[in-house]
């Protein structure tokens, strides 16, 4: 008992707004008291509605009060939080003002734990208890809390709204079904509720294979720029080696001529340098002659002359002028008119080359996307592949489903199924409980007389007569027939020959988004039968169609 006194005194001195102790209390005119921080900011939000309000009575207050500190509270605080009183624990679960409030307290409210569709109230644990043991009560059906209760009472008759009405697609009370809404397609909501449920989750399981697919997309993007990048490292590598590689020959082939040259340059000049050597000594030994001759003209003596003479007389064999040959100074004109031809050539290889080059690399096949169908193995197909199975509600009277639904097989008497809007009628074909969208890819093994292997928009036509209800004779199909020896396409009541290896299994690659539909002969190869480039309006699903005597199965493909 003294416990909860003391839980009761916590509980007077705490603001309602922030659920603690009070800090700076103020007093309003009505005598509710809070923190002045908290009442401040709770009529700041109502200024725009130029009245101010108590968050515990609700009344109002025009103008706004002028806040003045309680000393006395606030001396009486102090005084009980030196004895030990302190904030109320968290336990209380007293509501905030974001929290969900319990109906059935007074006072200071909870928080709700708790919400009754059926009650259209919300209940703390406390309040709560009775849905928990009273017989009644516990048939009710608690949610979270939401502060959105009204919003299933209809606001004409003021009664839950328990029915769904397909025809107008709102939610209706069981007064509304007999009034406005009578005669229409009306369902209780929680059935509405499972089918939509399932959908939603067919809807996610979409979703959540689009982001598989798109994550493998990311994938090979990634892959493909890790390939581009290392292909286009080790070209520049491999280029840089090989124009290295011509630059030091050229700069060798460019020292070569360089030393030849300069080789052929000394063995002329120093051939001229030596017959330019013995013309010189020609010319001292001629000045030298001319001398002693010109000393012996002036000899008076003429024994002396004629003594002399001979020996002064006779020359020395000449060089003779004609073995001098002097070129027009062109010596290395060939080797640089070489030289430049060499150039040109070099020149006109390099821009034939550089254009074969340029050419190869902006022709580079990157693919940034996935490869077509026709190009992918079996293999590749298999990272689109999607267990499907039929689903009970389209499929004929005289269809039999088995092997978990994934099974079909033609009967000649007739099933005891329930009457269903989505069931053929007249034909003996059937769709599968998933829809298709994205990239998927499907097998269909079949064994007898014949079957269509489609896919079909979900509003085809079902209880018209069998020539706008088979798949392929609408605009809202497209199937391939197969019989033992031949294959037929089928859309929109044309018929297409279809040529290829007969095969007791059809692979089926649809890419939604891409407008692909193509059909494969599997065996140990796959063969390309159909392919279809269109665009898609709505979510496709598989279907078959059997002839007598026939059965066909989705494949569980690994």
């Given at each position: ?5 003391n839980?009761?005194?916590r509980a007077?001195f705490c603001c ?8 700076d209390p103020?007093t309003i005119?009505?005598?509710h008291?809070y ?8 009529w ?10 108590c968050?515990q009575?609700?009344q ?20 009980l939080?030196k004895?030990?009183l302190?904030?109320?624990?968290a336990d209380?679960?007293y509501?905030?003002?974001?929290d969900?409030?319990?109906d ?8 709700a734990?708790n ?10 644990e406390?309040?709560l208890?009775?849905h ?12 979270e ?6 919003e299933?009472?209809c606001?004409r ?10 025809t ?8 509304c079904?007999?009034d ?6 009306t369902v ?7 089918e939509r ?7 996610r399981?979409?979703?959540q294979?689009?982001i598989?697919?798109?994550e493998?997309?990311?994938?090979l993007f990634q892959?493909?720029?890790?390939a ?15 124009f290295?590689?011509?630059i030091r020959?050229?700069k ?7 030393q030849q040259?300069r080789?052929q340059?000394?063995?002329?000049v120093?051939?001229?340098?030596e017959l330019q050597e013995k ?7 001629l000045?030298r002659k001319?001398?002693e001759l010109?000393?012996?003209s002036?000899?008076?003596d003429?024994?002396q ?11 020395s064999?000449?060089t ?9 100074l062109?010596?290395?004109?060939d ?15 390099l ?11 902006t022709?580079v096949?990157?693919l ?8 992918m ?6 990272r ?10 389209t499929?004929?009277a ?8 994934r ?6 008497e ?9 069931r053929?009628t ?12 994205g ?9 007898g007389?014949g079957?269509?292997?489609a896919?079909?928009?979900k ?8 020539v ?7 605009d ?6 197969c019989?033992?020896?031949?294959y037929?396409?089928?859309h929109n009541?044309v ?6 290896p007969?095969?007791s299994?059809v692979?089926v690659?649809l890419?939604?988004?891409?407008g ?6 599997v065996?140990?190869t796959m063969?390309?039968?159909?392919r279809?480039q269109?665009t898609?309006?709505q979510?496709?699903y598989?279907g ?7 059965t066909?199965e ?5």
């Amino acid at each position: 008992m003294a416990q909860q006194n003391n839980q009761l005194d916590r509980a007077k001195f705490c603001c309602s707004v922030c659920s603690d102790l009070l800090k700076d209390p103020v007093t309003i005119p009505c005598g509710h008291s809070y923190c002045m921080n908290c009442i401040q900011s709770y009529w700041d939000t109502e200024d725009e509605k130029k009245t101010h309000s108590c968050p515990q009575c609700r009344q109002s207050f025009t103008p706004r009060p002028v806040l003045v500190k309680n000393t006395m509270l606030a001396d009486l605080l102090e005084e009980l939080k030196k004895t030990g009183l302190q904030a109320a624990p968290a336990d209380l679960c007293y509501a905030g003002p974001e929290d969900v409030a319990c109906d059935v307290c007074t006072g200071r409210k909870r928080k709700a734990h708790n919400s009754c569709l059926v009650c259209v109230a919300s209940y703390c644990e406390k309040h709560l208890q009775p849905h928990y043991e009273a017989a009644p009560l516990k048939k009710h059906k608690l949610v979270e809390p939401s502060e959105k209760l009204q919003e299933n009472i209809c606001s004409r008759h003021d009664e839950v709204m328990k029915i769904f009405c397909r025809t107008d697609q709102q939610c209706i009370c069981y007064l509304c079904s007999m009034d406005e809404h009578k005669g229409h397609d009306t369902v209780s909501a929680a059935a509405e509720r499972t089918e939509r449920q399932r959908e939603l989750e067919g809807s996610r399981h979409n979703i959540q294979q689009r982001i598989q697919d798109r994550e493998e997309d990311v994938k090979l993007f990634q892959q493909e720029v890790e390939a581009i990048n290392g292909s286009a490292d080790k070209a520049v590598e491999y280029s840089e080696k090989i124009f290295t590689q011509l630059i030091r020959l050229i700069k060798k082939r460019h020292s070569d001529v360089k030393q030849q040259v300069r080789s052929q340059q000394e063995t002329e000049v120093s051939r001229v340098k030596e017959l330019q050597e013995k013309l010189e000594q020609e010319i001292t030994e001629l000045k030298r002659k001319d001398a002693e001759l010109k000393k012996l003209s002036h000899t008076e003596d003429h024994n002396q002359f004629l003594h002399n003479y001979p020996s002064l007389s006779a020359l020395s064999e000449s060089t003779h002028s004609s073995s001098i040959h002097i070129g027009p100074l062109k010596y290395f004109e060939d080797m640089t008119a070489a030289v430049s031809e060499l150039r040109d050539k070099l020149q006109d290889v390099l821009r034939e080359t550089w254009t074969n080059i340029s050419l190869t690399v902006t022709q580079v096949d990157v693919l940034l996307s996935n490869p077509q169908p026709e190009n992918m193995t079996r293999g590749g197909f298999l990272r689109y592949s999607r267990e499907l199975t039929l689903e009970p509600n389209t499929a004929n009277a005289n269809l039999l489903l088995s092997e978990g639904n994934r099974k079909v097989t033609r009967m000649s008497e007739q099933q005891s199924y329930c009457s269903h809007p989505d069931r053929f009628t007249y034909c003996c074909q059937v769709l599968s409980r998933e829809s298709l969208t994205g990239r998927c890819y499907w097998e269909v093994e079949w064994r007898g007389k014949g079957v269509y292997v489609a896919v079909a928009y979900k509003n085809i036509s079902r209880a018209e007569n069998p020539v706008k209800c088979v798949f392929g004779r609408n605009d809202k199909s497209w199937s391939l027939y197969c019989v033992n020896h031949s294959y037929k396409f089928n859309h929109n009541n044309v018929e297409t020959p279809v040529s290829g290896p007969r095969s007791s299994r059809v692979g089926v690659y649809l890419d939604h988004s891409a407008g692909i539909l193509s059909f494969y002969s599997v065996s140990e190869t796959m063969t390309l039968l159909h392919r279809v480039q269109t665009t898609f309006t709505q979510p496709l699903y598989a279907g078959v169609l059997v002839n007598s005597e026939t059965t066909a199965e989705f494949s569980k493909v690994k």
